[in-house]
């Protein structure tokens, strides 16, 4: 009775049995993954959290200030959107875009984007306009947060 409390090592296992022994250990670890409640979606983040991945390589902040400049001011909120003060849909948005693309000069589009707004409202904005405006650093788009919007330079008029 001396191999009494003798196992097997991997090394003198046949490949049918390493696998069995893979088999079996596996088999628990999928049934306890697939009885798992499924998780919760994840909650749409909010601007405040994380500027939506932070603010895109657009224009450099302070560019509508320029003599002779033009802008129009785009706001994000959490359950709609201005354009120059007014109200407007995703609709008129992409209708407005639409229209600044072909003005020569082409006005700067400010992008104010406000602390709870919805990040994937946020970045279907950015989205739109930089299909529409071809934004990058050379165009003339441009994003702020409230705060950043509140301390940006007067006009020089």
Known sequence: MENAGWRPSIETMSIDSRIACLF?????????????????PPKPS???ETMCG???RWGKQGIENGELVTFNELVVGP???LWNASTI????LEDYLKQTKVLSPQPVTVLIVKD??????????RHMMESQLRCSVEKRCVEYSPGQWA??????Y
């Open 24 to 40: 079996a250990a596996l088999v628990p670890l999928a049934l306890m993954a697939c009885r798992r409640p499924p998780a919760e």
């Open 89 to 92: 849909d995703w609709t008129t």
């Open 46 to 48: 909010i601007y405040a």
């Open 151 to 156: 301390l940006r330079p007067p006009r020089p």
């Open 54 to 56: 932070g603010q895109p």
């Open 116 to 125: 709870r707004a919805n990040c994937d409202d946020v970045w279907a904005v």
């Open 79 to 81: 359950s709609s959107m």
